[in-house]
Protein backbone atom coordinates (compact mmCIF):
# COMPACT_ATOMS: atom_id res chain seq x y z
CA UNK A 1 0.00 0.00 0.00
CA UNK A 2 1.17 3.39 -0.91
CA UNK A 3 0.23 6.78 0.66
CA UNK A 4 -2.74 7.54 2.91
CA UNK A 5 -5.40 5.54 2.28
CA UNK A 6 -9.33 6.35 3.49
CA UNK A 7 -11.85 3.90 3.93
CA UNK A 8 -15.21 3.43 5.40
CA UNK A 9 -17.57 5.87 4.40
CA UNK A 10 -20.79 5.51 3.40
CA UNK A 11 -24.47 6.34 3.48
CA UNK A 12 -26.49 5.96 6.80
CA UNK A 13 -29.77 7.62 7.81
CA UNK A 14 -29.69 10.76 10.49
CA UNK A 15 -28.43 9.69 13.76
CA UNK A 16 -26.80 6.49 12.56
CA UNK A 17 -22.90 5.91 12.92
CA UNK A 18 -19.94 5.26 10.96
CA UNK A 19 -16.10 5.06 11.05
CA UNK A 20 -13.72 5.90 8.82
CA UNK A 21 -10.11 4.60 8.96
CA UNK A 22 -7.25 6.05 7.53
CA UNK A 23 -3.85 3.55 6.72
CA UNK A 24 -0.55 5.46 6.21
CA UNK A 25 2.08 3.96 4.15
CA UNK A 26 5.40 3.82 6.36
CA UNK A 27 7.32 6.71 4.33
CA UNK A 28 3.95 8.66 4.89
CA UNK A 29 3.28 7.75 8.40
CA UNK A 30 3.48 9.68 11.40
CA UNK A 31 2.86 9.43 14.83
CA UNK A 32 1.07 12.89 15.64
CA UNK A 33 -0.08 15.39 13.26
CA UNK A 34 -2.70 13.33 11.93
CA UNK A 35 -5.89 14.88 10.74
CA UNK A 36 -8.99 14.67 9.29
CA UNK A 37 -10.88 17.10 7.50
CA UNK A 38 -14.07 17.06 5.04
CA UNK A 39 -15.03 18.72 1.91
CA UNK A 40 -18.77 19.67 0.85
CA UNK A 41 -19.50 20.30 -2.37
CA UNK A 42 -18.36 23.34 -3.70
CA UNK A 43 -16.37 24.17 -0.66
CA UNK A 44 -12.62 24.49 0.26
CA UNK A 45 -12.14 21.37 2.60
CA UNK A 46 -12.14 22.13 6.72
CA UNK A 47 -10.67 20.54 9.66
CA UNK A 48 -12.95 18.49 11.60
CA UNK A 49 -10.45 16.68 14.04
CA UNK A 50 -6.87 15.57 14.95
CA UNK A 51 -3.98 15.01 16.78
CA UNK A 52 -1.36 17.33 17.16
CA UNK A 53 2.06 17.64 17.38
CA UNK A 54 2.41 16.96 21.24
CA UNK A 55 -0.81 14.80 20.98
CA UNK A 56 -3.49 17.12 21.63
CA UNK A 57 -6.70 16.57 20.09
CA UNK A 58 -8.72 19.21 18.64
CA UNK A 59 -12.37 18.83 17.35
CA UNK A 60 -14.13 21.45 15.18
CA UNK A 61 -17.09 22.82 17.55
CA UNK A 62 -19.38 21.14 14.65
CA UNK A 63 -18.45 18.05 15.82
CA UNK A 64 -17.22 18.02 19.60
CA UNK A 65 -19.21 15.21 21.33
CA UNK A 66 -20.48 13.43 18.40
CA UNK A 67 -16.96 12.54 16.71
CA UNK A 68 -14.27 10.68 18.61
CA UNK A 69 -10.54 10.43 16.88
CA UNK A 70 -8.33 7.75 18.07
CA UNK A 71 -5.08 5.82 16.66
CA UNK A 72 -3.45 2.85 16.34
CA UNK A 73 0.31 3.40 15.86
CA UNK A 74 0.96 -0.51 15.92
CA UNK A 75 -1.35 -0.60 12.43
CA UNK A 76 -0.37 3.29 10.71
CA UNK A 77 -4.44 3.70 11.38
CA UNK A 78 -6.30 7.06 12.65
CA UNK A 79 -9.94 6.35 13.33
CA UNK A 80 -12.61 9.15 13.10
CA UNK A 81 -15.73 7.31 14.75
CA UNK A 82 -19.14 9.26 13.84
CA UNK A 83 -22.37 9.33 15.53
CA UNK A 84 -25.51 11.21 15.69
CA UNK A 85 -24.63 11.81 12.23
CA UNK A 86 -26.77 14.56 10.29
CA UNK A 87 -27.34 15.46 7.00
CA UNK A 88 -25.15 18.50 6.93
CA UNK A 89 -21.71 16.46 7.95
CA UNK A 90 -22.72 15.20 3.91
CA UNK A 91 -18.97 15.68 2.56
CA UNK A 92 -16.01 14.03 1.27
CA UNK A 93 -13.70 13.28 4.01
CA UNK A 94 -10.23 13.40 3.86
CA UNK A 95 -7.18 12.32 6.06
CA UNK A 96 -3.74 13.99 6.13
CA UNK A 97 -0.78 12.80 7.69
CA UNK A 98 2.53 14.48 8.90
CA UNK A 99 0.82 18.42 9.00
CA UNK A 100 -0.26 20.55 11.39
CA UNK A 101 -3.97 20.75 11.54
CA UNK A 102 -4.17 24.82 10.53
CA UNK A 103 -2.00 23.64 7.35
CA UNK A 104 -1.99 22.57 3.93
CA UNK A 105 1.02 20.88 4.21
CA UNK A 106 1.69 16.61 4.39
CA UNK A 107 0.04 13.55 2.89
CA UNK A 108 -3.34 13.90 1.86
CA UNK A 109 -5.58 10.56 0.97
CA UNK A 110 -8.02 10.52 -1.65
CA UNK A 111 -11.08 11.06 0.69
CA UNK A 112 -14.25 8.54 1.49
CA UNK A 113 -17.73 9.78 1.37
CA UNK A 114 -19.85 9.87 3.68
CA UNK A 115 -23.90 11.02 2.67
CA UNK A 116 -26.60 10.74 5.68
CA UNK A 117 -30.18 11.01 4.81
CA UNK A 118 -33.03 12.84 6.54
Known amino acids: QDGVVESGGGSVQTGGSLTLSCVAS????????RNWFRQFPGKERKFVAG???????RYDDSVKGRFTISQDNAKRTMYLQMTDLKPEDTAMYYC????????????WGQGTQVTVSS
Open 96 to 107: KTCGSWYTDSGY
Open 26 to 33: EDTYCTND
Open 51 to 57: IDSDGTI
